[in-house]
């Protein structure tokens, strides 16, 4: 009988997360029903909407205390009582915080496998991550090469990507990011055209400066003063593809924003927008993203750390800024 280990949610946080928010538990697997599978989970996706999972109903109800923390994640199939599914197939979806489970088969999706491509990159770019960034800057955002886009938290997992199709479309791309080690990445090896430390500079400043004619998009992965300061700068016509609001996630207080009413005078769009929304259109963005990786025309960074206990505490680091591209946690190898 195969044990699965466990991070269960037994206290909602506030503010960061905290050890004692979870505990660790063990759970004999049973034999596999028709139509299900039995998974080991490889690498473990953190995701700022996790936190918001934690704490209250959004797009998904809360994660219920007492139960598996839930998570996006990618494994490999051990073994399969469903149609379609064989032992050694990538899955991914929601696996949630353990070493291993049992799912009906269609509850995940199989990933094809691309040559010579290490897993890591089926939950970066080619991943929720990427098509997040793909759909956001494509459909929500309708760039035109020659525009301006700026991009908020640019050297996360969805922002790098959103600049380096910007580029790749023709924008003039400038980057957001909390330190100089991620400007300097962003610049050196992605291309961006102009990056603002936003924790060392005046931002309004800064983007007048870098932006001297204004921004036509603004991709928005972090709301509250980034988005309020943007706004008194966007062109006639500029698209908000309001992607994410991590400022807010882990915050007591939440600001309002000032300069709504400039989306009047500049004729503007800000769109909220959820990925699962395009999971249809999914293997549209995963042809056309493994197509540049391959190419070499797209690069990622993975942050990478091991063992399912240290999940409660790395998954912070994506709100103190301490993560470079996508933030992962390897539980085993494929
Ligand atoms: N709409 C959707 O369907 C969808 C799907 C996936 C993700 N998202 C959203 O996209 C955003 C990025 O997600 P991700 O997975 O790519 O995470 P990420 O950007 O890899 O990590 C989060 C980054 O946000 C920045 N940050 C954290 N707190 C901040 C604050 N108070 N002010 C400014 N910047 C802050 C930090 O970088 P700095 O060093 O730059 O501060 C941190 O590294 C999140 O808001 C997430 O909720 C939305």
């Known amino acids: 009988m195969l044990v699965s280990r466990q991070l269960k949610l037994v206290q909602r946080p ?20 028709d139509g299900e599978i039995l998974v080991k989970v490889i690498y473990l996706s953190l995701d700022p909407t996790q936190r918001v999972w934690a704490q209250m109903d959004s797009y998904l109800p809360a994660v219920k205390l007492g139960t598996v923390m839930r998570s996006f994640g990618l494994g490999v199939v051990v ?51 990427g098509l997040t960034a793909y759909f956001g800057l494509l459909d929500v955002g309708t760039p035109k090469a020659g525009e301006t886009l700026v991009v908020s938290a640019a050297a996360g997992a969805v922002g790098s990507m959103v600049c380096q199709m910007g580029k790749l479309k023709g924008l003039r791309v400038i980057g957001t990011t909390g330190t100089e080690a991620k400007c300097q990445w962003l610049q050196d090896e992605l291309g961006v055209d102009q990056v603002i430390n936003y924790k060392e500079q005046n931002v309004y400043r800064a983007l007048r400066k870098a932006a001297p004619e204004g921004i036509d998009i603004f991709f928005d992965n972090v709301g509250g003063e980034m ?32 300069n709504l ?34 190419a070499g025309k797209l690069h990622y960074r993975s942050d990478i750390y091991e063992g399912l206990e240290t999940a409660p505490d790395v998954i912070n680091k994506l709100f103190t800024g301490e993560n470079t591209g996508k933030l992962l946690i390897k539980l085993a190898d494929a």
Request: aromatic share 10%.
């Open 79 to 129: 073994e399969s009582r469903a149609e379609g599914f064989e032992k050694g197939d990538l899955v991914s979806g929601l696996t949630g915080w353990q070493t291993y489970l049992v799912a009906e088969a269609r509850q995940l999706q199989k990933i094809p496998r691309v040559p010579d491509l290490p897993l890591d990159a089926y939950l970066g770019p080619l991943g929720m991550t």
């Open 14 to 33: 506030s503010g960061l997360f905290q050890a004692d928010n979870f505990t660790l538990a063990e759970e004999t697997l049973t034999e596999l029903a």
């Open 261 to 294: 009413s400039v989306l009047i005078s500049k004729r503007a769009k800000i769109q909220g927008f959820l990925v699962s929304d395009y999971y249809p259109r999914a293997a549209e963005a995963f042809t056309e993203m493994a197509g540049w990786l391959k």
């Open 227 to 258: 988005l309020d300061t943007v706004l008194t700068q966007i062109n006639i016509g500029a698209r908000i593809p309001l992607c994410g609001y991590i400022s807010a996630y882990a915050a007591n207080e939440v600001p309002g924003i000032k």
